[in-house]
Protein backbone atom coordinates (compact mmCIF):
# COMPACT_ATOMS: atom_id res chain seq x y z
CA UNK A 1 0.00 0.00 0.00
CA UNK A 2 2.49 2.73 0.15
CA UNK A 3 4.62 1.56 -1.90
CA UNK A 4 1.79 2.47 -4.39
CA UNK A 5 0.96 5.71 -2.12
CA UNK A 6 4.79 6.99 -3.22
CA UNK A 7 4.93 5.54 -6.56
CA UNK A 8 1.92 7.55 -7.89
CA UNK A 9 3.04 10.70 -5.76
CA UNK A 10 6.54 10.58 -7.77
CA UNK A 11 4.71 9.87 -10.93
CA UNK A 12 2.19 12.40 -10.76
CA UNK A 13 4.22 15.01 -9.59
CA UNK A 14 5.92 16.50 -12.47
CA UNK A 15 2.66 16.30 -15.11
CA UNK A 16 0.45 17.82 -12.76
CA UNK A 17 2.60 20.56 -12.27
CA UNK A 18 3.02 21.30 -15.88
CA UNK A 19 -0.62 20.93 -16.71
CA UNK A 20 -0.81 23.59 -13.82
CA UNK A 21 1.49 25.87 -15.89
CA UNK A 22 -0.77 25.27 -18.80
CA UNK A 23 -4.01 25.33 -17.78
CA UNK A 24 -4.19 27.26 -14.52
CA UNK A 25 -3.67 25.91 -10.95
CA UNK A 26 -7.03 26.39 -9.49
CA UNK A 27 -8.57 24.47 -12.36
CA UNK A 28 -6.19 21.87 -11.82
CA UNK A 29 -6.15 21.44 -8.21
CA UNK A 30 -9.78 21.29 -8.76
CA UNK A 31 -9.28 18.27 -10.77
CA UNK A 32 -6.97 16.99 -8.33
CA UNK A 33 -9.33 17.28 -5.51
CA UNK A 34 -12.11 15.25 -7.87
CA UNK A 35 -9.56 12.45 -7.93
CA UNK A 36 -9.19 12.48 -4.46
CA UNK A 37 -12.96 12.75 -3.36
CA UNK A 38 -13.34 9.85 -6.08
CA UNK A 39 -10.13 7.71 -4.80
CA UNK A 40 -11.55 8.39 -1.12
CA UNK A 41 -15.69 7.06 -2.54
CA UNK A 42 -13.96 3.98 -4.10
CA UNK A 43 -12.01 2.67 -1.15
CA UNK A 44 -15.13 3.45 1.25
CA UNK A 45 -17.00 1.03 -0.93
CA UNK A 46 -14.30 -1.57 -1.86
CA UNK A 47 -15.42 -4.71 -1.77
CA UNK A 48 -11.93 -6.19 -2.56
CA UNK A 49 -8.15 -5.34 -1.99
CA UNK A 50 -7.53 -4.14 -5.90
CA UNK A 51 -10.40 -1.85 -5.64
CA UNK A 52 -9.49 -0.38 -2.20
CA UNK A 53 -5.19 0.05 -4.33
CA UNK A 54 -7.28 1.79 -7.44
CA UNK A 55 -8.74 4.47 -5.14
CA UNK A 56 -5.87 4.90 -3.22
CA UNK A 57 -3.83 5.82 -6.22
CA UNK A 58 -6.58 8.20 -7.43
CA UNK A 59 -6.29 9.77 -3.44
CA UNK A 60 -2.47 10.16 -4.25
CA UNK A 61 -2.51 11.49 -7.28
CA UNK A 62 -3.24 15.01 -4.38
CA UNK A 63 0.19 14.31 -4.06
CA UNK A 64 1.47 17.21 -6.11
CA UNK A 65 -1.14 19.91 -4.89
CA UNK A 66 1.26 21.22 -2.37
CA UNK A 67 3.84 22.18 -4.44
CA UNK A 68 1.06 23.67 -7.22
CA UNK A 69 -0.42 26.06 -4.25
CA UNK A 70 2.80 27.41 -3.61
CA UNK A 71 2.69 28.92 -7.19
CA UNK A 72 -0.86 29.70 -6.65
CA UNK A 73 -0.33 31.71 -3.74
CA UNK A 74 2.74 33.75 -5.54
CA UNK A 75 0.25 34.67 -8.63
CA UNK A 76 -2.70 36.30 -6.60
CA UNK A 77 -1.25 37.48 -3.95
CA UNK A 78 0.53 41.16 -3.28
CA UNK A 79 4.46 40.57 -2.91
CA UNK A 80 4.39 41.66 0.61
CA UNK A 81 1.84 39.12 1.64
CA UNK A 82 3.43 35.97 -0.52
CA UNK A 83 5.56 34.95 2.94
CA UNK A 84 2.48 35.30 4.95
CA UNK A 85 0.54 32.68 2.60
CA UNK A 86 3.46 30.01 2.25
CA UNK A 87 3.21 30.76 6.27
CA UNK A 88 -0.34 29.40 5.90
CA UNK A 89 0.19 26.25 3.98
CA UNK A 90 2.81 25.12 6.45
CA UNK A 91 0.63 26.05 9.58
CA UNK A 92 -2.20 24.00 7.51
CA UNK A 93 0.28 21.19 6.80
CA UNK A 94 1.34 21.06 10.84
CA UNK A 95 -2.69 21.60 12.05
CA UNK A 96 -3.42 18.15 9.91
CA UNK A 97 -0.11 16.29 11.74
CA UNK A 98 -2.01 17.19 14.94
CA UNK A 99 -5.20 16.43 14.27
CA UNK A 100 -5.05 14.22 11.22
CA UNK A 101 -3.64 11.64 13.44
CA UNK A 102 -6.33 11.98 16.37
CA UNK A 103 -9.36 11.92 14.05
CA UNK A 104 -8.27 8.64 11.83
CA UNK A 105 -7.33 7.12 15.63
CA UNK A 106 -10.59 7.99 17.04
CA UNK A 107 -12.62 6.96 13.51
CA UNK A 108 -10.43 3.41 13.42
CA UNK A 109 -10.90 2.47 16.67
CA UNK A 110 -14.38 3.00 16.85
CA UNK A 111 -15.67 2.44 13.49
CA UNK A 112 -13.15 0.90 11.44
CA UNK A 113 -11.31 1.67 8.55
CA UNK A 114 -13.62 2.84 6.06
CA UNK A 115 -15.31 5.65 8.30
CA UNK A 116 -11.73 7.64 7.00
CA UNK A 117 -12.54 7.49 3.73
CA UNK A 118 -15.94 8.49 4.37
CA UNK A 119 -14.50 11.19 6.23
CA UNK A 120 -11.69 12.27 3.64
CA UNK A 121 -14.79 12.15 0.96
CA UNK A 122 -16.58 14.80 2.91
CA UNK A 123 -13.71 16.98 4.10
CA UNK A 124 -12.68 17.18 0.38
CA UNK A 125 -15.91 17.99 -1.10
CA UNK A 126 -16.69 20.99 1.51
CA UNK A 127 -13.18 22.37 1.06
CA UNK A 128 -12.72 21.74 -2.83
CA UNK A 129 -15.91 24.18 -2.86
CA UNK A 130 -15.15 26.33 -0.52
CA UNK A 131 -11.88 26.78 -2.66
CA UNK A 132 -13.58 27.27 -5.84
CA UNK A 133 -16.16 29.54 -4.38
CA UNK A 134 -13.63 31.99 -2.55
CA UNK A 135 -9.84 31.48 -4.14
CA UNK A 136 -9.40 33.51 -7.75
CA UNK A 137 -7.61 31.75 -10.55
CA UNK A 138 -3.72 32.26 -11.49
CA UNK A 139 -3.58 34.55 -14.45
CA UNK A 140 -0.12 33.19 -15.63
CA UNK A 141 0.32 30.62 -18.33
CA UNK A 142 3.01 29.37 -19.79
CA UNK A 143 2.75 28.92 -23.60
CA UNK A 144 4.18 25.19 -23.86
CA UNK A 145 2.74 22.15 -24.20
CA UNK A 146 3.14 19.00 -21.80
CA UNK A 147 6.14 17.11 -22.36
CA UNK A 148 4.41 13.06 -22.52
CA UNK A 149 7.83 11.75 -23.51
CA UNK A 150 10.11 13.18 -20.66
CA UNK A 151 6.66 12.55 -18.48
CA UNK A 152 6.96 9.18 -19.52
CA UNK A 153 10.95 8.67 -18.76
CA UNK A 154 11.07 10.86 -15.65
CA UNK A 155 7.98 9.20 -13.97
CA UNK A 156 8.44 5.95 -15.29
CA UNK A 157 12.31 5.87 -14.06
CA UNK A 158 11.77 7.19 -10.67
CA UNK A 159 8.46 4.49 -10.22
CA UNK A 160 10.98 1.85 -11.14
CA UNK A 161 14.06 2.76 -8.99
CA UNK A 162 11.11 3.54 -5.93
CA UNK A 163 9.61 -0.05 -6.70
CA UNK A 164 12.80 -1.58 -6.22
CA UNK A 165 13.95 0.84 -2.90
CA UNK A 166 10.53 -0.25 -1.46
CA UNK A 167 10.45 -4.13 -2.42
CA UNK A 168 14.05 -4.78 -2.82
CA UNK A 169 14.03 -6.54 0.45
CA UNK A 170 11.41 -8.69 -0.32
CA UNK A 171 12.15 -9.85 -4.20
CA UNK A 172 15.77 -10.52 -2.87
CA UNK A 173 18.32 -7.25 -3.62
CA UNK A 174 20.22 -9.33 -6.22
CA UNK A 175 17.08 -10.95 -7.28
CA UNK A 176 16.02 -10.62 -11.51
CA UNK A 177 13.20 -8.78 -10.34
CA UNK A 178 15.13 -5.85 -8.43
CA UNK A 179 17.92 -5.79 -10.56
CA UNK A 180 15.31 -5.36 -13.70
CA UNK A 181 13.80 -2.33 -12.09
CA UNK A 182 17.04 -0.62 -10.80
CA UNK A 183 18.51 -1.20 -14.49
CA UNK A 184 15.71 0.34 -16.43
CA UNK A 185 15.04 3.15 -13.49
CA UNK A 186 17.82 4.51 -14.08
CA UNK A 187 18.41 4.41 -17.76
CA UNK A 188 15.08 6.33 -18.09
CA UNK A 189 16.10 8.92 -15.54
CA UNK A 190 19.54 9.08 -17.76
CA UNK A 191 17.89 9.37 -21.03
CA UNK A 192 15.57 12.05 -19.17
CA UNK A 193 18.39 14.61 -18.89
CA UNK A 194 19.27 14.60 -22.42
CA UNK A 195 15.85 14.82 -23.92
CA UNK A 196 14.98 17.54 -21.08
CA UNK A 197 18.54 19.49 -22.51
CA UNK A 198 17.01 19.29 -25.89
CA UNK A 199 13.10 19.76 -25.71
CA UNK A 200 11.78 23.28 -26.48
CA UNK A 201 9.47 22.12 -23.68
CA UNK A 202 11.00 20.56 -21.02
CA UNK A 203 9.23 18.78 -18.17
CA UNK A 204 11.99 20.16 -15.79
CA UNK A 205 14.43 22.84 -16.40
CA UNK A 206 17.14 20.70 -15.61
CA UNK A 207 19.86 23.86 -16.45
CA UNK A 208 17.69 25.72 -13.65
CA UNK A 209 18.19 22.78 -11.56
CA UNK A 210 21.72 22.07 -11.93
CA UNK A 211 22.65 25.81 -12.05
CA UNK A 212 25.33 27.21 -9.41
CA UNK A 213 22.25 29.18 -7.41
CA UNK A 214 19.95 25.81 -7.05
CA UNK A 215 21.72 22.77 -7.49
CA UNK A 216 22.71 22.51 -3.36
CA UNK A 217 19.54 23.89 -2.34
CA UNK A 218 17.35 21.57 -4.43
CA UNK A 219 19.67 18.70 -2.89
CA UNK A 220 19.39 19.64 0.94
CA UNK A 221 15.46 19.84 -0.38
CA UNK A 222 15.54 16.32 -1.56
CA UNK A 223 17.94 15.04 1.36
CA UNK A 224 15.58 16.49 4.34
CA UNK A 225 12.69 15.10 2.04
CA UNK A 226 14.49 11.59 2.01
CA UNK A 227 14.79 12.08 5.89
CA UNK A 228 11.64 13.25 7.09
CA UNK A 229 9.41 10.42 4.94
CA UNK A 230 12.06 8.17 6.66
CA UNK A 231 10.79 9.36 10.14
CA UNK A 232 7.03 9.26 8.84
CA UNK A 233 7.17 6.05 7.42
CA UNK A 234 9.09 4.51 10.59
CA UNK A 235 7.86 6.15 13.57
CA UNK A 236 4.71 5.05 14.19
CA UNK A 237 5.65 1.27 13.17
CA UNK A 238 7.96 1.58 16.07
CA UNK A 239 5.73 3.39 18.55
CA UNK A 240 3.17 0.41 17.64
CA UNK A 241 5.64 -2.61 17.88
CA UNK A 242 4.89 -4.58 21.07
CA UNK A 243 7.88 -4.06 23.77
CA UNK A 244 9.22 -7.83 23.66
CA UNK A 245 12.34 -9.84 24.55
CA UNK A 246 14.80 -8.46 22.13
CA UNK A 247 12.92 -5.37 21.04
CA UNK A 248 13.79 -2.26 23.21
CA UNK A 249 11.96 0.34 21.14
CA UNK A 250 8.38 -1.03 21.18
CA UNK A 251 5.59 1.05 22.73
CA UNK A 252 2.89 -0.95 21.76
CA UNK A 253 0.61 1.99 21.17
CA UNK A 254 -3.21 1.92 19.42
CA UNK A 255 -3.35 4.67 16.95
CA UNK A 256 -4.36 7.48 19.06
CA UNK A 257 -1.48 6.41 21.34
CA UNK A 258 0.43 6.95 18.61
CA UNK A 259 -1.50 10.57 17.70
CA UNK A 260 -0.34 11.19 20.85
CA UNK A 261 3.29 10.86 20.64
CA UNK A 262 3.12 13.19 17.20
CA UNK A 263 1.85 16.05 18.60
CA UNK A 264 5.47 18.33 18.99
CA UNK A 265 5.99 17.27 15.53
CA UNK A 266 3.19 19.17 14.44
CA UNK A 267 3.42 22.18 16.58
CA UNK A 268 6.75 22.52 15.28
CA UNK A 269 5.29 22.88 12.20
CA UNK A 270 3.31 25.05 12.83
CA UNK A 271 5.80 27.50 14.33
CA UNK A 272 8.43 26.64 11.39
CA UNK A 273 5.32 27.83 9.08
CA UNK A 274 4.33 31.13 11.40
CA UNK A 275 8.15 32.20 10.82
CA UNK A 276 10.14 30.61 7.94
CA UNK A 277 8.53 33.36 5.69
CA UNK A 278 9.38 36.12 7.79
CA UNK A 279 13.37 34.72 8.67
CA UNK A 280 13.37 34.22 4.93
CA UNK A 281 12.68 38.19 3.66
CA UNK A 282 15.04 39.16 6.94
CA UNK A 283 17.79 36.89 6.90
CA UNK A 284 17.89 35.00 3.53
CA UNK A 285 17.06 31.57 2.33
CA UNK A 286 20.29 30.34 3.67
CA UNK A 287 19.70 30.81 7.02
CA UNK A 288 16.19 29.57 6.36
CA UNK A 289 17.72 26.68 5.31
CA UNK A 290 20.13 26.53 7.93
CA UNK A 291 17.80 26.50 10.63
CA UNK A 292 15.54 23.76 9.26
CA UNK A 293 18.21 20.99 8.89
CA UNK A 294 20.98 21.41 11.49
CA UNK A 295 17.87 20.86 14.00
CA UNK A 296 16.60 18.23 12.07
CA UNK A 297 19.94 16.06 11.45
CA UNK A 298 20.70 16.45 15.29
CA UNK A 299 16.99 15.24 16.11
CA UNK A 300 17.32 12.34 13.63
CA UNK A 301 20.48 11.28 14.93
CA UNK A 302 19.62 11.42 18.72
CA UNK A 303 16.35 8.99 17.69
CA UNK A 304 18.60 6.46 15.83
CA UNK A 305 20.82 6.24 19.20
CA UNK A 306 18.42 6.61 21.47
CA UNK A 307 14.65 5.91 21.80
CA UNK A 308 13.76 3.25 24.32
CA UNK A 309 12.19 5.89 26.34
CA UNK A 310 8.64 8.05 25.81
CA UNK A 311 10.58 11.00 26.20
CA UNK A 312 13.25 10.48 24.32
CA UNK A 313 10.62 10.10 21.60
CA UNK A 314 8.99 13.05 21.92
CA UNK A 315 12.10 14.99 22.42
CA UNK A 316 13.47 13.73 19.49
CA UNK A 317 10.26 14.08 16.96
CA UNK A 318 9.77 17.74 17.55
CA UNK A 319 12.25 19.25 15.23
CA UNK A 320 11.69 16.54 12.47
CA UNK A 321 9.57 18.85 9.94
CA UNK A 322 12.64 20.45 8.16
CA UNK A 323 11.52 19.77 4.45
CA UNK A 324 8.72 21.74 4.48
CA UNK A 325 10.80 24.77 6.29
CA UNK A 326 13.59 24.32 3.81
CA UNK A 327 11.41 23.99 0.67
CA UNK A 328 9.44 26.98 1.32
CA UNK A 329 13.25 29.02 2.05
CA UNK A 330 13.64 28.04 -1.60
CA UNK A 331 10.30 28.44 -2.81
CA UNK A 332 10.47 32.06 -1.83
CA UNK A 333 14.20 32.62 -2.53
CA UNK A 334 13.75 31.85 -6.22
CA UNK A 335 10.09 33.21 -6.43
CA UNK A 336 11.27 36.66 -4.83
CA UNK A 337 13.56 37.93 -7.59
CA UNK A 338 12.69 41.28 -9.22
CA UNK A 339 10.92 41.48 -12.69
CA UNK A 340 7.36 42.05 -14.83
CA UNK A 341 6.57 38.50 -14.81
CA UNK A 342 5.27 36.90 -12.46
CA UNK A 343 6.93 32.94 -11.93
CA UNK A 344 5.33 29.45 -12.42
CA UNK A 345 6.12 27.16 -9.46
CA UNK A 346 8.79 23.69 -10.97
CA UNK A 347 6.98 21.03 -8.83
CA UNK A 348 9.50 18.57 -9.41
CA UNK A 349 12.60 20.38 -8.22
CA UNK A 350 10.44 22.12 -5.46
CA UNK A 351 11.23 26.10 -6.49
CA UNK A 352 10.30 28.53 -8.49
CA UNK A 353 11.78 29.29 -12.27
CA UNK A 354 12.27 32.64 -13.65
CA UNK A 355 12.11 33.29 -17.22
CA UNK A 356 10.62 35.29 -19.85
CA UNK A 357 8.59 32.39 -21.24
CA UNK A 358 5.24 33.16 -19.00
CA UNK A 359 2.44 35.06 -20.11
CA UNK A 360 -0.31 36.81 -17.39
CA UNK A 361 -3.91 36.71 -18.60
CA UNK A 362 -5.06 39.88 -17.99
CA UNK A 363 -2.99 43.17 -16.13
CA UNK A 364 0.52 42.18 -15.72
CA UNK A 365 1.81 43.01 -12.04
CA UNK A 366 5.09 44.26 -11.54
CA UNK A 367 7.63 42.26 -9.53
CA UNK A 368 8.36 42.75 -6.10
Known sequence: MLTIVSLTGVIAESPVGKLADLHGKKRVTLVVSSLFALGSLLCALAPDFPMLLAGRVLQDVSLAVIAVLYGLLRDILPAP?????????????????????????????????????????TAVTVLATLFWAIVPESPVRLPQRLDLTGSALLGGGTGLLLLATTEGAAWGWT?????????????????????????????????????????????????????????????????QTPRAAGVHYGFGLDAMGVARYQLPYGITAILAGLSGGALTRRRGSRATLLAATEPLTAALLLLALAHSAAWQVLAWTAPCD?????????????????????????VSAGCARSGPGCRRRGRRRAGP
Request: charged share 10%; net charge positive.
Open 81 to 121: LVPFGFGVISVGLGASAILGPFVGGALIDHYGFRSVFWFSF
Open 175 to 239: SAATLTCCTAGAAAVLRFVPHALRSDHPLVEVRTIAGPQMRLPVLATVLCAFAVSGFAFLVPQML
Open 322 to 346: GNATSRESIVLARSSRPGPTITALD
